[in-house]
C-alpha cells in the first residue's frame, strides 16, 4: 500500500504538481465548500491521476497529520497491491428517501470479497441515519462500514460531493474494498457530559424534532442557549442530544437546521418518537480524552498505513484554539509511521464498539485504520 498526500494552501495558486502515484486506485479529496467545488479541482486532480476513482468533498476543517486547516485542499492517493476498489455514486433525488439510497449503495458494492465500505454523503439533505440503516440491511455482517457526512463550515446549508467530477449537492459516494489481505480496524468515542433531567421525545417524525416532555423543543433549546439563541442553528453544537434508545443503544444526535414556523429542529438522524433524550455539553479535557480511546480502539497488532479521521463539526467549535490536540493524541496512540487524514463533518459513520452494524454519529473523534498484510 502506497500513499501520497499533497496539500494545496490556496486553490486559485495551484502549484506544479506532479505525482509519484500516476497508478493510484482512489484519490480522496477534501475541502473546504468555498473551494472545493471549484471548476479548476477536479480537472487538475484527473490530470495528477488519471486512473483512480478520485472522491471529492466539502467539510468543516480538513485534517492532514497533526493540522487542521480551513478553505484549503487535502489530497489522498492511495495505490493498493492486494486490494481492489470500486467506487458508486448515487443522487438523493433519485429515491423515495435516505434509506432507498443506501439499499441500493449497498447492493452495488456486494462481491464475496467485499470487506469495507467507506461512505461519503451529502450532509444536508440526507438523513443520516436511515442511510446508514440501508447500508446494514443489504450488507454482510462481516463487511466494516465507516465514513462521515459532509460539511460546509458549519453553516448548514448545503455540502458538496464528487465521485469522478465537480462536487455538487445531493450525492452520496460509497467505496467497496476487496480483498483479504486489507486490515481494518475501527474507533469512535465522544467525550461530552450529560446534565438536566432526562426528557422523552413526545413528538418527532424521522429525523425532525418538535417537542420534549410535551414542550416545543425550540423553545427547550433557545432557554439554555440563552444570547447564543441568536445564532441557532450552529450554536446548537454546544448542546447536543444524548438520545438513549429501548434497545440499549447510546447515541448523539447535532441539529442541521430549525424552522421557527413550525418550532421544529432537525438533526442529522432521527430521533424516534418515546425516546429518551438529555441535553449535552462539553467538556475540553474529556472530548480529548474521547479521542484517545477512539485512537485505542481501532488500535491493531499491525501498525496502520493511513489513519482516517472523520471529527464533528461540533467538537470543533468547542475546542476552538484547542482543537489540533485531538488529532495529535491519535497520532501519538497509533504511531507516526502512518499517513494521518479526514475532516470535521455533519456526522460521523461508524458501528459501535463490539458491532460491525454501521451507526451514525455526532459529536464523536471517529477513526479507521488501513493496513495491506
Known amino acids: 500500500m502506497k500513499i501520497e498526500q499533497i496539500h494545496w494552501a490556496d486553490v486559485n495558486q495551484i502549484p506544479g504538481t506532479e505525482s509519484a502515484l500516476q497508478h493510484a486506485q482512489l484519490v480522496l479529496c477534501t475541502g473546504g465548500i468555498d473551494v472545493v467545488g471549484k471548476d479548476i479541482v477536479f480537472p487538475t486532480l ?6 483512480a476513482d478520485i472522491v471529492t468533498l466539502s467539510t468543516a476543517g480538513e485534517i492532514a497529520g497533526t493540522h487542521v486547516y480551513d478553505q484549503s485542499i487535502i489530497i489522498n492517493a492511495l495505490q493498493f497491491e492486494k486490494t481492489n476498489i470500486r467506487s458508486v455514486s448515487l443522487e438523493l433525488s433519485d429515491f423515495q428517501n435516505s434509506f432507498d439510497c443506501g439499499l441500493s449503495l449497498a447492493d452495488k458494492l456486494r462481491g464475496p ?32 462500514v465507516t465514513g462521515g457526512l459532509a460539511a460546509d463550515a458549519g453553516r448548514f446549508t448545503g455540502t458538496l460531493v464528487g465521485l469522478n467530477h465537480t462536487a455538487r449537492a445531493g450525492l452520496v459516494v460509497a467505496i467497496g474494498f476487496y480483498g483479504k489481505d486489507l486490515i481494518i480496524k475501527h474507533g469512535s468515542r465522544g467525550g461530552w457530559d450529560e446534565f438536566g433531567p432526562v426528557r422523552e421525545v413526545t413528538k418527532s417524525e424521522s429525523n425532525k424534532l418538535y417537542s420534549l416532555d410535551h414542550i416545543p ?15 441557532l442553528p450552529a450554536s446548537a453544537l454546544l448542546f447536543p442530544l444524548c438520545l438513549k434508545l429501548e434497545s440499549g443503544e447510546v447515541l448523539v444526535r447535532t441539529i442541521l437546521s430549525i424552522d421557527e414556523n413550525e418550532g421544529s429542529m432537525t ?20 472530548l480529548i480524552d474521547g479521542a484517545y480511546v477512539a485512537a485505542s480502539e481501532s488500535k491493531d497488532t499491525y501498525s496502520p498505513q493511513w489513519v482516517f479521521l472523520v471529527s464533528c463539526v461540533g467538537r470543533k467549535l468547542v475546542l476552538a484554539h484547542r482543537t489540533e490536540e485531538e488529532i495529535e493524541t491519535v497520532v501519538e496512540t497509533l504511531g507516526k509511521q502512518a499517513i494521518y487524514s479526514g475532516f470535521y463533518s455533519n456526522g460521523e459513520i461508524s458501528p459501535l464498539l463490539g458491532s460491525t452494524r454501521c451507526s451514525l454519529h455526532n459529536q464523536t473523534m471517529t477513526i479507521t485504520t488501513y493496513a495491506e498484510r
Open 217 to 231: 423543543a425550540l423553545d427547550l433549546y433557545k432557554k439554555f442557549l440563552g444570547e447564543k439563541a441568536s445564532e
Open 113 to 144: 470479497a467485499l470487506c469495507h465500505i467507506l461512505v461519503i454523503s451529502d450532509g444536508t439533505l440526507a438523513n443520516g441515519d436511515e442511510l446508514v440503516k440501508g447500508i446494514n440491511q443489504h450488507t454482510d455482517k462481516n463487511v466494516i
Open 46 to 51: 484527473r490530470n495528477l491521476y488519471p486512473d
Open 267 to 286: 438533526f442529522a438522524g432521527d430521533v424516534p418518537q418515546g425516546s429518551q433524550v438529555q441535553f449535552m455539553m462539553a467538556n475540553f479535557d474529556r
